[in-house]
């Protein structure tokens, strides 16, 4: 079955930097990757998705780009502000799977 | 506003209970899981329903069962649990096993 690793942990930065959460994948069949933040106490919410037919999508300060061919995905946060910390889950899935597999999270904590 | 809604918020209960968990969502989504998540864990899937029939068991004990009355409502049945199932149980739902999830709220369930 599938399986996604996510980098870093964990990962602190300074307000108005920039951040990047990286994902690997490995069926190269899969071809649906979002992204969700959960903030502490809540549920995980979507932020972000690409589909493998797209190499890069971006809304506002968040952007995924996605290489096929080295199976890996990013997410990239910029500007960070304080209300960005969460963590950050990435998935992958693909119609026949009929589910998402997550990676393990990444806590990102912004300082002001 | 949250578009999966899930009841009760918190629930305790002793080894020797039955209760039940339960979900609505009402945006025509044909397909509904239920995760369990622990603290700093991604969700854990646990059954995936599509079009009202179950398609996903993920080797889940019996002493948890799902049950689909209709399109719109997702129930989980939780009888004679250990402490360690206590978690959070999330609802979600999607258009198909392959787009957004959409979570509710969850369930914090404590086992005594």
């Known amino acids: 079955g599938e399986n996604v690793e996510q980098h870093p942990s964990t990962l602190s930065v300074q307000e108005g930097d920039s951040a990047v959460i990286k994902c690997t994948y490995s069926d190269s069949a899969s071809n649906y990757f979002p992204w969700y933040k959960q903030e502490l106490g809540k549920r995980p919410q979507l932020i972000i998705d690409?589909?493998?037919?797209?190499g890069e999508k971006k809304d506002q300060r968040i952007a995924v780009t996605l290489n096929k061919t080295a199976k890996h995905f990013s997410l990239h946060i910029t500007e960070t502000q304080p209300e960005d910390s969460a963590v950050y889950f990435c998935?992958?899935?693909?119609?026949?799977?009929?589910?998402?597999?997550f990676g393990d999270g990444t806590t990102l904590t912004v300082k002001p | 506003d949250t578009e999966v809604t899930q009841t009760p918020k918190h629930l305790v209960m002793g080894m020797t209970n039955k209760k039940s968990l339960k979900c609505e969502q009402h945006?025509?989504?044909?397909?509904m899981y239920w995760y369990k998540q622990k603290a700093k864990k991604p969700p854990e899937l646990m059954f995936v329903y599509s079009y009202e029939k179950l398609s996903i068991n993920e080797s889940v004990p019996s002493r948890f069962s799902p049950e689909c009355p209709n399109s719109s409502l997702l129930n989980l049945h939780l009888h004679a649990l250990q402490p360690e199932d206590s978690a959070l149980y999330l609802c979600?739902?999607?258009?198909?096993?392959?787009?957004?999830?959409?979570f509710g709220n969850g369930t914090r369930l404590t086992v005594t």
């Open positions: 945006m025509g989504h044909r397909a």
């Open positions: 979600a739902s999607s258009g198909t096993t392959n787009s957004p999830l959409h």
């Open positions: 998935a992958a899935s693909k119609i026949e799977a009929g589910k998402s597999t």
């Open positions: 690409i589909r493998s037919n797209v």
